[in-house]
């Protein structure tokens, strides 16, 4: 059932001039990473480039494996999702003596040698943690007395966590109307939010605002606000990161009240920046996806093509 | 008899209320359980009803430990029940026919018995070690999870559904409903028939156990079994919880709080004597940590740290040879 | 000998265990080149003196002098060290390690701190030799009958260059001539000035060898008395602390009557039963009422003959007949099922579950045979088990204690009982009287007579020919792991006899 | 008494058959794994082009030399019947301070004995909390695995890079021959490798470790230091557990809280598919070494595989898994 034909692919790729790329995936931790991989895989089919894929079950090592097999196996170009920012320097030194170029996606390496990679295409987390916190900032702006906050973030230790709460904090960190009541980590996922919301909200009578470091801790924030009697969007505002589909609906039946996209469809822009890269074009270092913010009208507005 | 089983329960019992004392200082209405709109609400029923799956695990995972055995796959068979529940659900053209929604549990709850027979095959059949047997599942069970909602979030819309986790049963929550008559019956079976006893017996000491005529193959097989069901209902729980099945993340590591809730109440992982209130105790314990380090608003970088002190200390106060210790240290004893 | 000082002093050692006091101000004195027999009836407190002395458990009270010195070990590691050497009731040994390092190990030779293998192998084989055991020391020794795992354990106590050599029991699974071998190694060492502490329920063996011996009752110092002036009688009498109307019982010991049995159709017989490797395919019936010995050197294969017609193992040769019809064996529940029961000769590791209650020990059996699914009522339960705690005299006479806390002779009444209270056609009894005091076995041998009287056949597989003569309508002797001869128990019948076609090896 | 003159000595050749009878089962678990292995090699070198580059094998060295290792610390633990859960706490703790100090300017010098007594520390800990504490081994353990998380999350939540001199250069350094190279870190761990299986077979601690395996009261009977040999076996686990840190942390050159985890799990997992038995006693460390090659052979055969949905790995790697292990099982069979 699983994929039968055991091309070992050293030289497959070269005779038909057909690009191959090795791509190594984190996992499939979320709906968002699943979402992720798709678009890699259908822009990979379509801008006719050979894929494979290997999937890390989380694991660093996994990866590196992954890429030194890449490499054996002699890709055209490797591009891989790092699990964290740092300790791929051997690896990624392997691949340049090979002569093979990389492209970082969706997580960045903190490499001090630049020449390492081509390019990394992703988001911003730091960035993101900003918008969620500047429209705090505005929502909240005519408000009198202190903002009583509470924050679900992300795996402890994990990027977009570190990012998100570091980038929401810097911007209303300086202002002592907001109160950070409590701030625990829900692990990406709904059933985590939920449990932890029950708690923040048995501990916190009044609270104003969740922040939610991703939709789905915030999807399950909301059945444990209701469950509390409260209304959420109204009598809790909340924001928080992604716009996967189910927290755009949220959003546009108003029990979210703001999300800052963090897109997963990065595969047409790797595949065009693949071609750019394997013609000797140059590229810049650094490619933002292109991501935006939504509001509940916005959200409303762009649902019905809401394709993760 | 009854006496040593109340003194083995008394320490976890007793750190159990220290908890919630803790929890109490922090957060004065910490106890107050209200009516509301004819629903228990409060802290207290919130530590019930987020235990539900967990003892549930617990309980399977006892009869597990009982014969020697263990079992890994459970996490996964968590994901696998409420991917499979939801998938059938979310193919229902009412999704609020309470009919179809039978159906889709059932369907669920009959795979995990399928699961738990295929562990208890390899363990008692093939002859493979627990640990290794259940890994397999473990491993492989987490992609069938997510093979099954292809690694999306399988949303779900079933007023019925819902109420396996957020219903309520003349004011008191159908999960705690479920998991006290899942543990009762357990206990009931264990109590009126002899299951409990051959079931220690193998695990105590499974070569005279099959000099003794007992077939051990059987019952670990439905030890399995048990766990797996059991596993499966607390994966609809987990997955009813927030309408929704997510094959990697449901279940995520429960075996090891389960068998932790195992150990804390007084059952040997080296197999025999087993209880089932003491799995119950240690279960509301774990779930009581959790929601403490929310309530005390531990810093999550610290968390760990909290928890392996409170499981240090709960294990040593549990051990004898501590508390001799301790009341030896007076008079120099001259026993080094 | 009393004259010189006592190497070893223990003075009024109290040890208690939740709920018994094993021990109650026992005093010992030990003096070099004597061996000195500790007696007393099952859950007198030898053992628990024992480990008292050897610092397997801490004692409550009393004080301890070795050499004139006080001691107080925190364990047997200690206790080797200042010179005391032990052979523990249950045989303690690692069964996954090889017969050499069980002898060995904890002072194999070493050369840089690398053990000699080889050197070890050729010690190990020197030791053995001195009890004459010829045995591959590189085998596992879990694959070895109880009989041999017993003379390893003692050939690791010789070993040591011991003040004290203590052994608990270490001749309950030997047969004579290993016995008597035994005696021959204890005798050079107490040439060699070193005191043993002996203690076993033959009172024969007890008369051959001590000096001296001290007896206890109930945890409680009897006294202490030289073998020479104290009889058998009075020696039993002190033990028991009852006069003699149990003894005579003991004296008039039932005797199997040279029985004119009509044989019928046999309960069980094996037609050229066998399995390669572990026995040659024999053929053997057993009859209603009958008792059927099986005598043997050790590791002759009674053993295997006995797991063989229980289905324990499988058979690859032959078949079994019950009633005179073929059965295939599935394991131990197709034996159960056709009234078959087997008392195994290891306890410890075949026999008890050593956390259950004495009462869950006893029902096992029987529940295994009705099903997890029908208990056996609990007031039927209490009844058999209390009436065959009565009937073995189980001590203490509480069914709810773990078995594990019951003393060695105790345990292995529980086993007993398990199987008595199945009621079965055939009893296998493997060593069923190992580790028993003396007047518990009289009441054993007794109970297998009336059991046979009452038509149940029995399979009796005993290291002490002369308990296996009593009691058998039939002899079937092995040798090497083949069946040899089958002897009626006629007139003319006896040890001696018995021992020629063992060691002929083939009819008498 | 009777005195039986005629002793029959056994006959050489029944001895003989019996010796080798007995080697033979002593060996067959490991030969049969050892045979296993090489059949699946085979199968890889059919199915992919580019296999049966003898890098690839020696890439699978390159990449598990710090599960190796750690797996040998392991293989002590669980040959005293033991289990170590903190393992992969501890080394994702090593890469962590030894990250830490580095980046202060520690030089390696100082760094390395320090992370090294950091995680033999950690399990004498362990060790002492289960021999005098009689608390049980999964226990203390996870206890221990919670310390070692949390801590690492006390020093950072985020991940350090390495960039020490002495430590890139270890990390870069390729040992070239005949046109395939290794690392030092195989070297390394080939080392512990060998180390391990001189103690556990040539020294008096080693056959200790056995006896406690086998009945750990018997041994303490026989006179045996049982509470040391246990202690020590937590010892050497947490110093290999702190060793395998070191070399994953020149594999990565980073330190960080996530690292390695799951990684109790693969090393248990190769300890008992390496055919030692987890009720302690049985085992041998090339045993290991071959359940470390298998892990990474089935992870080399799913990349060579190349086109494995994330659900299909993980359904694949238990597939194979299970295939592995029941074909192992049924070579090593002892008929009943
Ligand atoms: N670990 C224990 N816990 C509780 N009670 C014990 C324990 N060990 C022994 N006992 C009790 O102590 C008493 C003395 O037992 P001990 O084993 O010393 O008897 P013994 O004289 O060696 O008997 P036997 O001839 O049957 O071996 C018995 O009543 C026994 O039940
Ligand atoms: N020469 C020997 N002497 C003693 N034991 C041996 C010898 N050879 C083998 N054995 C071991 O004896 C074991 C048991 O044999 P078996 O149980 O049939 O003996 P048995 O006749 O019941 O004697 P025992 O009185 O020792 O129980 C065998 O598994 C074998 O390993
Ligand atoms: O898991 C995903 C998550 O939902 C978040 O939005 O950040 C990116 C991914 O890691
Ligand atoms: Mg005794
Ligand atoms: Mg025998």
């Known amino acids: ?308 | 008899m009854t006496n040593l089983m109340k003194q083995r329960l008394f320490w976890p019992v007793a750190m159990l209320a220290l908890l919630l004392i803790g929890n109490l200082i922090f957060e004065p209405g910490f106890f107050s359980v209200e009516l509301r709109d004819g629903h228990l609400f409060g802290s207290l029923i919130d530590i019930l009803r987020q235990g539900s799956p967990l003892m549930l695990v617990a309980l399977g995972m006892t009869l597990v430990i009982a014969t020697g055995g263990i079992d890994l796959s459970v996490g996964a068979v968590v994901a696998i029940s409420g991917a499979l529940a939801c998938q059938q659900i979310a193919g229902l053209d009412d999704q609020g026919a309470v009919g179809g929604v039978l159906v889709a549990v059932a369907l669920a709850l009959l795979l995990c018995a399928g699961l738990g027979l295929w562990n208890g095959f390899l363990v008692g059949v093939v002859g493979i070690q627990p640990i290794i047997a259940t890994l397999i599942l473990m491993v492989a069970g987490r992609g069938v999870a997510q093979l099954i909602t292809d690694g999306q979030i399988i949303n779900v819309n079933s007023p019925p559904y819902k109420t396996i986790a957020a219903g309520f049963l003349a004011s008191i929550p159908v999960p705690v409903i479920i998991a006290a008559a899942l543990v009762a019956a357990v206990a009931l079976v264990i109590r009126r028939s002899a299951f409990g006893m051959l079931l220690e017996s193998v695990g105590g000491n499974a070569g005279a156990s099959r000099l003794a005529g007992i077939r051990s193959r059987r019952l670990i097989i439905i030890a399995y079994v048990a766990c797996a069901v059991c596993a499966g209902v607390a994966g609809l729980m987990v997955s009813s919880t927030v309408s929704s099945a997510d094959g990697n993340n449901a279940g995520l590591l429960i075996e090891l709080d389960a068998i932790l809730a195992v150990v804390i109440g007084g059952t040997s992982l080296l197999g025999g004597r087993f209880s089932i209130a003491g799995t119950v105790v240690g279960a509301l314990l774990i779930k009581t940590l959790d929601t403490t380090v929310y309530t005390i608003g531990i810093p999550p970088e610290v968390t760990l740290l909290f928890k392996a002190v409170v499981v240090v200390v709960l294990c040593l106060v549990q051990s004898p040879a501590f508390r001799a210790r301790l009341s030896r240290r007076q008079p120099a004893e001259v026993s080094a | 000998m009393s004259d010189r000082e006592p190497v070893l002093v223990m003075r009024g050692i109290g040890k208690r265990f939740p709920g018994v006091v094993a021990l109650d101000g026992v005093d010992l004195r030990l003096f070099p080149g004597e061996v000195h027999a500790v007696m007393g009836e099952n859950g007198a407190g030898k053992s628990t003196l024992i480990k008292v002395l050897t610092g397997a458990y801490h004692h409550d009270q009393g004080d301890i002098t070795l050499g004139g010195a006080p001691v107080a070990f925190s364990g047997p590691h200690q206790a080797q060290q200042a010179g005391i050497s032990t052979v523990y009731q249950e045989i303690n040994l690692c069964p996954n390690l090889s017969v050499a390092e069980n002898v060995l190990i904890g002072r194999a030779p070493t050369r840089f701190g690398r053990i000699r293998w080889s050197a070890m192998r050729r010690r190990a084989e020197e030791l053995l030799a001195r009890l004459q055991l010829t045995i591959d020391v590189s085998s596992d020794l879990g694959d070895h009958s109880i009989a041999v795992q017993q003379m390893v354990a003692i050939a690791r106590a010789l070993d040591v260059d011991a003040k004290v050599l203590v052994l608990d029991e270490p001749t309950s699974s030997l047969d004579a001539s290993e016995v008597d071998q035994l005696f021959r190694v204890m005798r050079a060492l107490k040439e060699e000035g070193i005191a043993i502490l002996f203690v076993t329920h033959f009172l024969d063996q007890v008369y051959e060898i001590a000096d001296r011996m001290t007896v206890l009752r109930n945890g409680r110092l009897v006294g202490e008395y030289r073998t020479a002036e104290l009889s058998q009688l009075d020696l039993v009498a002190a033990m028991i602390g009852k006069e003699l109307e149990v003894l005579e019982n003991i004296e008039e010991a039932p005797r199997r009557e040279v029985a004119v049995l009509e044989r019928g159709t046999p309960v069980l017989s094996a037609d050229d039963l066998g399995r390669t490797g572990a026995i040659a395919p024999f053929t053997l019936a057993i009859h209603k009422g009958e008792v059927v010995g099986l005598a043997g050197l050790l590791g002759s294969g009674r053993t295997e003959v006995a797991r063989l017609l229980f289905g324990a193992d499988r058979a690859d040769h032959g078949q079994v007949l019950v009633d005179g019809a073929p059965v295939t064996f599935r394991g131990p529940q197709t034996a159960m099922k056709h009234g078959i029961a087997y008392c195994p000769e290891n306890r410890r590791t075949d026999g008890l579950v050593e956390e259950l209650t004495v009462r869950e020990n006893i029902i096992l059996a029987l529940q295994a045979e009705r099903g997890w699914a029908r208990p056996v009522p609990r007031g039927k339960q209490d009844e058999l088990v209390a009436r065959y705690i009565k009937a073995l005299d189980i001590r203490p006479a509480d069914p709810e204690i773990p078995v594990r806390n019951l003393s060695g002779g105790n345990q292995q009444k529980v086993l007993l009982a398990r199987w008595l209270i199945t009621e079965p056609k055939l009893m296998i009894l493997d060593e069923p009287t190992r580790g028993i005091d003396v007047g518990a076995k009289a009441e054993i041998q007794r109970l297998v007579v009336e059991l046979s009287d009452g038509g149940m056949a029995v399979l009796f597989i005993s290291a002490e020919l002369e308990e296996v003569l009593r009691l058998s309508h039939k002899v079937a002797v092995l040798r090497d792991r083949r069946l040899v001869s089958e002897l009626d128990n006629t007139d003319g019948l006896d040890i001696d006899r018995v021992m020629e076609a063992i060691a002929s090896g083939g009819a008498a | 008494m009777i005195d039986l003159k005629t002793r029959m000595p056994s006959p050489p050749a029944n001895l003989a058959r019996m010796r080798s009878l007995a080697m033979r089962n002593k060996y067959l678990p490991v030969s049969a794994t050892a045979v296993l292995l090489a059949l699946m090699y085979g199968i890889g070198v059919i199915n992919y082009t580019g296999f049966s580059d003898t890098q690839v094998v020696l890439n699978v060295f390159v990449d598990n030399a710090f599960l190796l290792v750690v797996a040998v610390g392991m293989t002590f633990v669980i040959l005293t019947g033991g289990i170590d859960l903190s393992v992969g706490a501890v080394v994702a703790l090593t890469t962590m301070i030894a990250a830490g100090l580095l980046e202060k300017g520690w030089p390696p010098a100082v760094a390395l004995p320090v992370v090294l007594l950091v995680g033999a520390t950690i399990g004498l800990g362990m060790g002492c909390m289960i021999h005098f504490f009689e608390v049980q081994p999964f226990i203390a353990t996870l206890a221990g695995m919670f310390l070692a998380r949390g801590l690492c999350y006390v020093i950072s939540t985020d991940s350090i890079p390495i960039s020490d001199p002495f430590w890139v250069s270890v990390a870069n350094k390729q040992i070239w021959f005949g046109g395939f190279f290794i690392t030092i870190s195989v070297l390394i761990a080939l080392a512990v490798v060998l180390i391990a299986a001189y103690v556990l077979s040539y020294t008096k601690f080693g056959r200790d470790v056995y006896a406690v395996g086998g009945n750990p009261q018997s041994a303490m009977l026989m006179g045996l230091r049982v509470g040391r040999t246990r202690i020590a076996v937590y010892t050497i686990s947490g110093l290999c557990s702190a060793l395998g840190g070191v070399l994953l942390s020149f594999y990565m050159l980073s330190g960080y809280g996530l690292h390695a985890s799951g990684m109790e799990l693969d090393a248990i997992a190769a300890v008992v598919i390496g055919g030692t038995l987890l009720t302690g006693g049985s085992g041998y460390v090339i045993g290991t070494v071959l359940g470390v090659l298998v892990l990474g052979l089935i992870q080399t055969i799913i990349t060579f595989q190349g086109d494995l949905s994330s659900w299909w790995t993980k359904i694949f790697i238990g597939i194979l898994l299970f295939v592995f292990i029941v074909l192992q099982r049924a070579v090593t069979r002892r008929r009943r």
């Open chain 1, 1 to 308: 059932a699983c994929g039968g034909e055991g091309s070992g692919g050293a030289a497959s790729g070269k005779d038909d001039g057909k690009i191959v790329m090795g791509f190594s995936q984190v996992g499939a931790e979320s709906g968002w990473r699943t979402a992720n991989t798709k678009s890699i895989q259908e822009s990979a089919a379509a801008a006719g480039i050979e894929l494979k894929f290997s999937d890390a079950q989380q694991k660093q090592e996994n990866q590196i494996k992954a890429i030194r097999s890449f490499i054996a196996q002699k890709v055209d170009i490797i591009a891989f999702s790092p699990v964290v920012e740092s300790g791929w320097d051997t690896v990624l030194k392997e691949a340049k003596d090979a002569g093979i170029p990389v492209i970082l996606t969706d997580r960045a390496v903190d490499s001090p040698d630049t020449t390492l990679y081509k390019t990394f295409i992703g988001s911003d987390f730091v960035l993101e943690g900003k918008k969620a916190g500047e429209w705090v900032k505005q929502e909240f702006a005519s408000a009198a007395g202190p903002v009583n906050m509470v924050e679900l973030q992300g795996n402890t230790g994990a990027a977009p966590a570190i990012d998100r709460k570091e980038g929401f904090e810097s911007v209303i960190g300086s202002d002592p109307k907001f109160k950070m009541l409590a701030s625990q980590p829900g692990d990406f996922t709904r059933a985590k939010g939920k449990e932890v919301m029950d708690a923040f909200l048995k501990a916190n009578p009044d609270i104003d605002l969740l922040y939610a470091h991703n939709d789905d801790m915030g999807l399950g924030a909301i059945e444990a606000i209701e469950a509390a009697g409260k209304k959420p969007g109204t009598d809790i505002k909340i924001v928080t990161v992604d716009a996967v589909k189910d927290g755009m609906q949220a959003l546009s039946d108003g029990k979210i009240n703001f999300i800052v996209e963090c897109s997963p469809l990065l595969g047409p822009q790797l595949m065009d920046l693949t071609k750019k890269v394997l013609a000797g074009e140059t590229i810049p270092t650094r490619v933002l996806t292109e991501e935006t913010t939504f509001t509940q009208d916005q959200a409303k507005a762009a649902l019905p093509e809401r394709k993760y």
